[in-house]
C-alpha cells in the first residue's frame, strides 16, 4: 500500500474514534471496548476494501457488512454517517427513546444496516443466506463478517461455519475482532476459544493472524483474501478500549460510562491535532 | 370423504409456489423428506438447501436469504422449529420482519410414537408472542392450500403449523373463504365449539353425536390465531352462550386463550361462557395418535364429552 493511501487510511481511523468518543460522551453508558477495538478493522473494510458507497447503497451487486458482533455497532454508525447514509446529528441521539441509532442493529430503523444482530452468534448464518441468495441470482459480490471473540462461544458460530465450507462459499470473509475480553473477564478464561487457526481451519476455512490496530497488516491480508478459493478469516488480535488509556485492555470498559474526568482525558488523547484535519 | 395429512398438501402447494416464483426457496434439517419441502426439488434442486441439524443456522440463514427477496420456507419439525431456535426467531424474523415462513411440520400429540419430546404443543402459543407474527393453524388439504398462498403472499414472517395426521378433508377444493375468517360450518344453538387443525373432523362429529343427545351444537373452525378474527369471535360469543375451544395444542397461549382474551374484554354483559380445552400443562407421550386423541379427549367423543362438561 501506498504510505499517501494509508495515511489517509489511518487519519480516517483517528476520526472515527473522535467522533465515537463526542457520540459516547461522559456519564453514559455505552459499549465502548468492543467499538473502539474494531475501528481499524471497520476503517479497512468501509474505506479500502469493500465495494460499497452512498451512491451503491442499494445496488444488487454492493459489497455487504455483517456486525455480528452487535453491540460495536456504533464503529459502524460513525462510519455510515461519514459516508452520507444519514446526518452526523443522528449519532448525538443513539439510544435516545425514537432515535434512529438504537442499541443494537436494526434493518429497519438505520439506513445502511444490513443485518439484525445483537443477540450474539447470528450474523455468520445470516451472511451465508445472503451468499446463498446471491448464487441463486447470479450475483457476485463479498460479504464481510465481524464476529467478536467472546462470540466464538455460541454453537451456532460453528454451525454456521461448517455451512460456509460445506456449501463452499468462497466470497464471505470474516474477521475476528480478537480483544481479548467479554463482558465479565478475559476470554481465555471465561471459556477459552484457543487455538483458533487450528479449529478454523479443522473447518475448511482459510485462517491468518494480523495486528488488528495496523490498518496496512489488515489491508494486505483482505487483499490476500482475493486469491484464496475458500471462505477465509482474519484473526485480528486488538486491544479492548484501544485509545482510552483508562479503559484500555480491561473488560471494565465492555459497557461502561466514563467519569467527566476520563472523558476530558480522553478528548486530549483521541484529539485530532490542527494541521491533521481534513 | 377424502383423507390426507396437511404436510403432504403443504408440499404439493410449496411446489406449485416454487413452479410461479423463482425466488420461493425451502430450507430443512434433514426432515425434508418428511415435512415433504423437498418437495421443491421437483421445480428446482438448487432451491432446496439440507441445512443438517442446525435449526438456529437455518433460520438465520433464512432470514440473510430474506434480506435478498428471497420467500423462504424454512421446515423441521414442530417441536424444533418453534423451540430450538426461539431466539433467532425473535431476533431475525419477528423483529427485523424478514419474509420468512417457519414451517412446524408434525406437531401436535399426532406426531404419536416419538413421544414428548417430539410432539410440539407448545408451539402455537410461543409463536403468538412474537410480534409481525401471523400464525396459522390449517384444518385439511384444501384449507392447507389456501394457508401456504396465504402465507407466501403475506410479506413478513409466518408460522405455519402443519401435520402427519391423516384427517378428512372438510373444505371443498379451491377453498372459497377469506383464510383471515372464521368460518361456521355448522349452526347451532346452545354452544359452539371452536376449533382450528386437524381435529376440525372430530369436532363435527362430535357435533352430530351431541345432537343425537340432544344438543344443538355448532361448529366454527379459526385457521389463523394470530391476527386473529376478532369481528368473527365476538359475535360468536353474542350468539351462543357457551364456546368450548378445542385444540391439540396446551390450554395456553394458542386458540383458546386467543377466543377468551377476546370475549373477556367485549364491553357487553350477556356473552358466551369460554372454556379452553386441549392438553392441560402437560406434555404428550408415546402412543398412537389415536390413542393420544382419546386420551386427551380430542377425537369426537371426546369433545363431545368436553362439551357436555361445560355446558
Known amino acids: 500500500m501506498e504510505e499517501k493511501q494509508l495515511a489517509i487510511l489511518e487519519a480516517k481511523a483517528k476520526e472515527i474514534r473522535f467522533e465515537l468518543l463526542q457520540m459516547f460522551g461522559s456519564g453514559k453508558t455505552h459499549h465502548f471496548g468492543g467499538s473502539l477495538s474494531c475501528v481499524e478493522i471497520l476503517t479497512a473494510l468501509y474505506f479500502y476494501k469493500m465495494n460499497y458507497s452512498f451512491e451503491q447503497k442499494d445496488s444488487p451487486t454492493r459489497d455487504r457488512f455483517i456486525m455480528s458482533k452487535g453491540h460495536s455497532v456504533p464503529t459502524q454508525y460513525v462510519i455510515l454517517s461519514m459516508l452520507g447514509l444519514f446526518p452526523p446529528e443522528e449519532l448525538r441521539k443513539i439510544k435516545q427513546l425514537g432515535a434512529m441509532l438504537q442499541g443494537h442493529p436494526d434493518i429497519n430503523k438505520t439506513p445502511g444496516i444490513e443485518a439484525p444482530t445483537g443477540s450474539l452468534g447470528q450474523g455468520l448464518s445470516y451472511a451465508n443466506g445472503i451468499a446463498m441468495a446471491a448464487r441463486l441470482d447470479g450475483n457476485d459480490f463479498n460479504i464481510y463478517v465481524v464476529m467478536g471473540d467472546g462470540e466464538l462461544q455460541s454453537g451456532q458460530v460453528w454451525e454456521a461455519a461448517m455451512t460456509t465450507s460445506h456449501y463452499r462459499i468462497n466470497n464471505i470473509r470474516a474477521v475476528i475482532d480478537l480483544n481479548g475480553y467479554q463482558s465479565q473477564g478475559c476470554v481465555q478464561e471465561s471459556l477459552a476459544i484457543e487455538p483458533l487457526e487450528e479449529k478454523w481451519r479443522s473447518f475448511g476455512w482459510h485462517a491468518t493472524r494480523v495486528n488488528g490496530h495496523d490498518l496496512s497488516e489488515i489491508c494486505r491480508a483482505l487483499d490476500e483474501t482475493d486469491n484464496i478459493d475458500k471462505p477465509c478469516i482474519i484473526i485480528a488480535e486488538t486491544v479492548k478500549g484501544k485509545g482510552i488509556s483508562s479503559i484500555e485492555g480491561t473488560f471494565r470498559g465492555h459497557n461502561y460510562a466514563l467519569t467527566e474526568e476520563e472523558y476530558k482525558d480522553a478528548c486530549d488523547e483521541l484529539a485530532i491535532p490542527n494541521g491533521e484535519q481534513e | ?311
Open chain 2, 1 to 311: 370423504m377424502s383423507e390426507e395429512a396437511t404436510r403432504d398438501r403443504f408440499g404439493e402447494a410449496l411446489l406449485q409456489l416454487a413452479r410461479e416464483d423463482k425466488n420461493v426457496v425451502a430450507l430443512d434439517c434433514d426432515l425434508g423428506r418428511s415435512t415433504r419441502s423437498f418437495h421443491i426439488t421437483q421445480a428446482d434442486e438448487n432451491r432446496f438447501l439440507e441445512m443438517g441439524i442446525s435449526e438456529q443456522d437455518m433460520i438465520s440463514t433464512a432470514a440473510g436469504m430474506a434480506h435478498e427477496g428471497k420467500i423462504v420456507f424454512a421446515n423441521t419439525f414442530a417441536v424444533f422449529a418453534t423451540g430450538r431456535c426461539f431466539d433467532q426467531i425473535r431476533q431475525q424474523l419477528s423483529l427485523a420482519r424478514l419474509n420468512v415462513k417457519v414451517c412446524g411440520s408434525s406437531a401436535g400429540l399426532t406426531q404419536g410414537p416419538d413421544g414428548a419430546t417430539h410432539q410440539a404443543v407448545l408451539d402455537v402459543s410461543l409463536m403468538r408472542t412474537l410480534p409481525n407474527m401471523v400464525v396459522i393453524v390449517p384444518a385439511d388439504g384444501p384449507q392447507t392450500e389456501a394457508a401456504v398462498r396465504a402465507a407466501y403472499e403475506h410479506q413478513g414472517p409466518v408460522y405455519l403449523r402443519l401435520s402427519r395426521y391423516n384427517c378428512k378433508n372438510i373444505y371443498k377444493e379451491g377453498y372459497a373463504h377469506d383464510i383471515y375468517k372464521a368460518v361456521e360450518l355448522k349452526e347451532g344453538q346452545d354452544v359452539a365449539i371452536v376449533v382450528c387443525g386437524p381435529i376440525l373432523g372430530h369436532a363435527l362429529e362430535a357435533a352430530d353425536l351431541l345432537e343425537k343427545d340432544g344438543v344443538s351444537a355448532g361448529v366454527i373452525n379459526i385457521p389463523v390465531i394470530k391476527p386473529l378474527d376478532t369481528e368473527g369471535v365476538m359475535k360468536a360469543a353474542e350468539k351462543y352462550p357457551v364456546l368450548v375451544v378445542v385444540e391439540e395444542h396446551s390450554v395456553y397461549g394458542g386458540l383458546g386463550s386467543a377466543v377468551a382474551e377476546t370475549v373477556a374484554e367485549m364491553k357487553v354483559i350477556d356473552k358466551a361462557i369460554v372454556a379452553r380445552e386441549g392438553i392441560k400443562d402437560d406434555f404428550g407421550e408415546s402412543g398412537t395418535a389415536a390413542e393420544l386423541l382419546d386420551k386427551h379427549e380430542l377425537d369426537a367423543e371426546g369433545i363431545a364429552k368436553k362439551v357436555m362438561r361445560n355446558i
